[in-house]
């Protein structure tokens, strides 16, 4: 096993969507610096060259985040393997474009089963064994999207917004268990989101052309071209999972930063232009002082 003289302990990682993109590149990270890995995916032949290259390291499981009896099988496995988990990522996903309209009922469940659901249960399920630790690090990867609504990808940031309330939450709840939350929100990144992890509304309508096909149509001629580089994502979210105080929230991407800035620019413009309306809707004799949670 590889070894870094300024880590103490080797950490024991599951990943879920190890077979491409963010999910790959942290896996190849992880396994380079000396730690345990996890290594999920729906095909987890794909795996092979990992577990090729780190066979006393690294375990492949097959795991489809929507089956209940494959999140327990691949905790299982990590408990069985490894005799702990120090980090959950819950990395898999994939990406919807349509306007709401146009989205069957169909693809909006199935966007928040994998998107949202698989996180969720994923994180309810390693749970137990994190406090009986007594530590222990989730990771969920959102998207730039998780904080600001694109046009054409209404549900996308509907999993994504979802998943970034959830885990705001969760982080005030585990804290005091010694466990840490950390969502990541990226920018365009040189992955397969732009191609194979990308879905497209099947019935789309004109009136939505400016909005969801021209939204569809960036994405895939961004593909190949984005500016962000998954390996050096990688290398960020593996220091914010080792800092002692990691970030609720680590953007990644000049993209994502200068986006969400923009973001929280409009919230705070938009809360100031209506404070006056804002204020006046309190009971006259009320006292009350702001919430603090």
């Known amino acids: 096993m590889n070894s870094d003289k300024n880590r103490v302990t080797p950490k024991v990682w599951l990943i879920t969507g190890c077979s491409t993109g963010f999910g790959r590149a942290l896996a190849e990270a992880v396994l380079k610096q000396g730690d345990y890995l996890i290594a999920t995916a729906r095909e987890p032949e794909q795996l092979r060259a990992l577990i090729d290259q780190y066979p006393d390291t690294t375990k492949a499981v097959r795991l489809d985040v929507t ?16 005799g702990r988990i120090d980090v959950l990522v819950n990395n898999a996903g994939y990406g919807l474009i349509g306007a709401l309209e146009e989205v069957s ?43 600001v609504g694109f046009g054409g990808s209404s549900i996308y940031c ?58 569809l149509q960036w994405f895939k001629q961004m593909d190949g071209r984005q500016p962000g580089n998954p390996a050096k994502a990688a290398q960020a979210i593996i220091q914010a999972v080792e800092n002692p105080h990691p970030p609720l929230r680590l953007a990644l991407g000049t993209d994502a930063m200068s986006l969400i800035q923009e973001k929280l620019e409009s919230v705070k413009t938009n809360l100031e232009a209506w404070q006056q309306v804002t204020v006046s809707t309190d009971y006259a004799d009320s006292h009350t002082e702001a919430l603090s949670r």
């Open 158 to 215: 509907a999993t994504k917004f979802a998943l970034e309330g959830m885990s705001e939450a969760l982080a005030k709840e585990v804290e005091p268990l010694g466990i840490e939350v950390t969502l990541i929100e990226p920018g365009a990144f040189r992955t397969s989101f732009n191609g194979r992890s990308l879905a497209a509304a099947e019935q789309p309508i004109d009136a939505y052309a400016l909005v969801s096909r021209a939204s």
């Open 67 to 82: 089956l209940s009896q494959e999140r327990q099988a691949a905790i299982d496995a990590a408990i069985k393997t490894f």
């Open 105 to 147: 009922e169909t693809d909006i469940r199935q966007a928040f089963e994998t998107n949202f659901f698989g996180a969720i249960h994923l994180i309810q399920t390693v749970l137990p064994w994190m406090r009986q630790q007594g530590s222990g690090h989730i990771v969920n990867m959102s998207s730039t999207a998780g904080l």
